[in-house]
């Protein structure tokens, strides 16, 4: 049997798409500097832009299988690529959320880390679930459709794929796969709620806009509007991501891999146009 | 601080606990819908010509409906709150209107994905809608509630600073990443390909042909329902419940010693996965052995 990777189709860049993107983000990054300076909220902006784009990068490294893998037709997990990516990129952003919440703040670092190994746990346990189930329910061995040999383990895959199929489960270079995509995610995720509760919804910023008069009653809502733009953002990025994709992926020793620079050029100019109006709506 | 460390480990081991549960009832709810990919499979059939009784609620993928319903039932618990209503009748009450939403959902997108069927002579039941829409029903209510009270304990007595609602949208999508991502390998190709081989993919060339007779007359989504709850439903109880546990555990007793604690703890519990995972992977390639002798190019 041959191993016949998909065509990779698409990996070129599209330069004057990409040229219009760029020139937006320039443009809104440019606004931005105009109107507040080199303050505190025009970094929360290039946070905001950085925390997309790794959503938009660890998003590649997902293995996700869709409906085929449902079947056993296909390797990676069985469902789709921005629900995956956000199931895990939102668990790292609750672990996130709440060590910002510690008292005193533990500062960017912790809550970044804390984020980014909350989604890579999450991936962890739901990768190996994939193949607990896979070879304990189905009898079936892990084998990768894209590659002879796993890049990782050097095991070879050909002899291990099931007739009439493009392969089965998890290779242990999807598992790794899933575990970066997941630590991306939730650093990205992180990063983007920190920035906007640090820096943007800052409790002089909330009380202006709002009119309240004791500064402690706008925390919750600080800590609500953060996570919800934070959530937001990431959907947008994994399902442009994911879009960019185009169904499924195996991991990063798929070709579709290489596909990621124009992911991450279209994740960080969408964050761009979503943080300027997640900024605007206090900070203007 | 010992006191509220053991009182933490006794919220953390409650909330994985209903995470267990919201687990199994997610993948038994989605696998009687055929709200995971396998709905592929129920929709393929009758344009192969394989007329089935198989109910297919799956206009959404289980993450964003998870999300959705969740979320729903957490705002609805979390303004029940501040009215100062009860916590447990604010949970079911929650939990009960958002099973409402969830059967109005269930009985549009049965009716919407069948009836585009009609040109392969696919009929609608209208004793399958009747029968099974209340038993995803029932099964959603359980995965709801349990998810919405783990969410409150989170938030009442963890501390967890997201809102309820918030905390709903992060773990109805979890919930639904880990039920479909366990769950679906299970209903798709050990119930729906019961008649291929055991221990191989469903070959490409099998598409479509799902099974549709059971012992007794024809299969419908209740027996998919008993079949997958065996283990489909138990895996992805026990997947989201660590997630859950793991994900707690390793912020409540660590978080108080030093802050990088739970990170490096989290760090060694990937480790520990991907181990696991690796023996799993090389236990099932010497067990089971190759399907053919030797590489061809």
Redesign the interface.
Known sequence: ??VTPKPAGGVGMDWTSMGIGILIMIAIIGGAYIMFGATSVFYALIGIIVGGALIGFGVHFVPVG????????APG????VA??A???G??G???G??????VPS?GIW?VC??GA??G???M???????????????????ASGKV?TDPI?G??Q????????E??????VS??GG?IGGFLGGLGGTLIYYMLLENVYTDKALSDALGASALANVT?IA??LA??FA?GLFLVNAVLAAYNITGTIEGPHDPKFARWPRAVVATAVASAVCGIVAIGIVAV | MVENIVLGIGLTAMAGALATVAGAAEDTESDIGSQ??????VQLAPQMGYVHRIFNKAIA????AYGLWVALGAGITGALLAMGVNVILALIIGAVLTTLVQGVYATTAYLGRIASLAKFGQPVYVDILKSMTTVTMAHAFIAIFTTVAMCYLMNAAL?????LA??G???G??L???G???????????R??QNQK??????????GNIVRYAEAGERNSLDNGWFTSK??GP??G??FG??VF??LWR?VVF?QTW??A??FV??I??IV??I???Y??T???AT?G????????
Request: charged share 10%; with cysteine; proline share 8%.
């Open positions: 049997m041959t869709g409906a085929p893998a449902a079947m056993g037709q997990i069985a469902t789709g629900m995956l956000g199931g895990a939102l668990a952003l609750f672990g959320a709440w060590a910002a919440a510690m533990p912790v880390m804390a190994v909350g890579a746990l999450m962890a346990i739901t990768c190996m679930f994939v193949n607990v189930i896979y070879v304990y329910a189905m009898g079936i061995p892990a002879k383990t095991d070879t050909t002899e291990y794929k099931s007739q009439g199929t392969g089965h489960g998890l290779p242990f598992f790794v575990v919750p800590v609500s996570g919800m959530i | 995971g990919d396998p709905n592929s499979q993928g289980e993450p964003p501390g967890h600073p997201f809102p918030l905390l949208v992060v773990w999508i979890a639904g990443a880990a479909s991502a366990t769950g679906n390998p299970f209903y798709g190709k050990e729906q390909y055991f221990g191989a993919g469903v070959p490409v060339a099998a598409s283990l489909g895996a992805s026990v997947c660590l997630i793991l994900e912020t978080e802050v990088w739970p990170i989290g760090l519990l990937v996965f991907a696991l995972d690796r799993i992977e236990w099932a390639r089971y190759p399907y053919v002798k030797e590489a061809s190019s």
